[in-house]
């Protein structure tokens, strides 16, 4: 019987169309993969926040075939899964098919922790290749510390509207109800859009840095950068996964936001704000609630908030799941 040796290749940058190729297919067999994980995503942050020398993405092969890949930055003398805290749903790609499991590249993972301190965030429990990495990791005596992060979900299968609305508590429905008439009344409606200009970026930059600010937090949107990225995420689109921004408006100007991701029947929540002049009308609680609408009517299954403890979240979710954020001991 003849076995086919797994082994690993390196990557230094993204611009080699092997690996284009490569991400591409794993992204397509990879029942759990999000946005977050995917070549686009990941390109365009690397393209705005780090330059390429630092960038190490490995693949491991058996025979021609592509089984799974890891992408990680070099930093200050650390190891980490490329791309920021901000990306959720960090960690390998695999194909999930004959059960084959991507030892190779865990046993690298591995040899890597003995010269490098790592953080490896945001697993998902659901994943066998979590287990694996956990195991691995603490059978060397590498690991240090697991910091578990609840992610909160609104579970939308087989719901109409009609009937999500009766998994809220009464209260919710009755605010909903009375406050998204009353800005009804006041010519403010729901928007749905796949792109954003430059007036669009000016107007949720301005309510991001306003809102933040009242909190005496830095607004993320104050790094040039940020806007960057933006613009380039806003590109995102795929038969599996498309960028949304959702919105309230006001004779043309946006009052409340949240720009994210339609992504495998799922809406990822990646980034919201409000205009602090409307806070008694709560546009952010009314925008929450059309979208809810939205995706129902659309057919998706789930409302993503990612992971946060925002008060907001406890009034809409009925699904949570747990990521796991691992750090490796110092060599």
């Not at 297919?25 to 029942?31: G, I």
């Not at 922790?113 to 994943?127: E, G, H, Y």
Request: contains cysteine; hydrophobic residues 40%; proline residues 2%.
């Amino acid at each position: 019987m003849l076995f086919t040796r797994s082994r690993i290749i390196e990557f230094k940058s993204f611009d080699d169309k092997r690996l284009a190729r490569i991400w591409r297919q794993l992204e397509d067999s990879d029942e759990q993969c999000t946005v977050f994980q995917s070549y686009a995503w990941l390109k365009a942050w690397s393209s705005v926040y780090v330059a390429d020398r630092k960038i190490r993405i490995f693949v491991e092969t058996k025979g021609c075939s592509p089984v799974a890949l890891a992408s990680f930055m070099l930093e200050n003398g650390r190891i980490r899964f490329l791309s920021d805290n901000s990306s959720d749903y960090a960690g390998l790609l695999l194909i999930n098919k004959g059960g084959i499991t991507p030892n190779a590249l865990v046993q690298f993972i591995c040899d890597l922790a003995t010269k490098n301190q790592m953080i490896l965030w945001n697993l998902r429990t659901s994943s066998p290749i979590t287990t694996t990495l956990i195991e691995s990791l603490s059978n060397s005596g590498l690991l240090a510390l697991v910091n578990p992060e609840s992610v909160y979900q609104a579970n939308l299968r087989d719901h109409s509207k009609l009937t999500y609305w009766y998994t809220t508590s009464r209260n919710v429905r009755r605010s909903f109800r009375k406050k998204s008439a009353l800005l009804s009344k006041q010519g403010i409606s729901f928007k749905v859009q796949h792109a954003i200009d430059e007036s669009i970026l000016d107007q949720i930059t301005t309510l991001h840095i306003n809102r933040w600010k009242e909190k005496n937090i830095k607004s993320k949107f104050l790094d040039p950068n940020r806007r960057e990225f933006v613009r380039a995420i806003a590109e995102i689109s795929s038969p599996k996964t498309k960028f949304v921004l959702f919105s309230l408006c006001s004779k043309g100007r946006i009052i409340a936001y949240r720009l994210g991701f339609l992504d495998r029947g799922i809406y990822r929540d990646w980034n919201t704000s409000f205009d602090l002049n409307y806070r008694d009308a709560s546009p952010g609680f009314i925008l929450i609630g059309h979208i809810m609408e939205y995706l129902i009517e659309e057919k998706f299954t789930r409302f993503d908030f990612l992971r946060g403890e925002e008060d907001y979240k406890m009034k809409w979710y009925n699904k949570t799941e747990t990521l796991l954020t691992l750090h490796t001991r110092k060599p």
